[in-house]
């Protein structure tokens, strides 16, 4: 039985077959989307909507297939070729997580100053791109304001703060590092909620390192270009 809701199209790159997982944390239940040695998709909050969706691994095959309705045949006739596509492409199956996951998580957990290494390749648009590079650079420890990030990028805060919202890849990409000048800010979408009590958590965890701890490479002028 297939559980929640419509799938989110945007995890497929490619044909490879997509695997979800969760795993303990300190402050509770991650859900991660991978393939191969691909991490594609962080849900930090995994009970809370949008929930993830998956097929269980010895899911049971249908005796048969039983004819389209007309309403589904009309709809199908609607979509585009890239959306009928899409639309059969396999769910992602449970499956335990990989080593190499389980060993970035386990190391970030034990040192706040470690930095993720797997592969990603998170798709947004050129602006998202580059806050999403901006938010890697910053050192664990050290928050920046939306409006510092917004300085750099010759951009606004909401539309930094939009930018993290979008990131599919929190911990990977450590928007949790962007902070209001009056305070946490938001998380996620989140203000008062769970996932501001991960963002609390989590810079907690990270609270003490000195700025060069874990620092990254400066970004390039192209990077700092709106």
């Not at 590092?177 to 501001?196: P, T, Y």
Request: aromatic fraction near 8%; hydrophobic fraction near 40%; charge should be positive.
């Amino acid at each position: 039985m297939v559980r929640r809701q419509q799938p989110d199209r945007t995890l497929y790159a490619d044909d490879s077959r997509v695997y979800y997982s969760e795993l303990p944390t300190p402050f509770g239940l991650i859900g991660v989307y991978w393939r191969d040695q691909q991490l594609i998709r962080v849900l930090l909050a995994p009970e809370l909507p949008p929930k993830p969706w998956f097929a269980p691994v010895h899911a049971p095959k249908p005796q048969h297939k039983p004819a389209p309705s007309e309403d589904a045949m009309t709809q199908q006739a609607r979509l585009s070729p890239r959306q009928l596509s899409l639309s059969r492409q396999p769910l992602p199956l449970t499956a335990e997580a990989p080593a190499w996951l389980r060993a970035e998580l386990d190391a970030y957990f034990a040192d706040p100053g470690y930095r993720f290494s797997c592969h990603i390749e998170p798709s947004g648009t050129v602006f998202q791109q580059r806050v999403w590079t901006l938010l890697a650079a910053i050192p664990p420890g050290n928050p920046l304001t939306y409006g510092a990030l917004a300085t750099l990028l010759g951009s606004s805060p909401r539309a930094i703060g939009n930018a993290c919202r979008a990131n599919p890849l929190p911990l990977r990409i450590p928007c949790h590092r962007v902070v209001a000048a009056n305070g946490l800010g938001g998380f996620a979408g989140d203000r008062s909620g769970r996932l501001l009590a991960i963002k609390r958590w989590l810079l907690d965890h990270e609270a003490g390192l000195s700025p060069d701890h874990g620092a990254a490479t400066p970004l390039s002028e192209q990077d700092r270009r709106p």
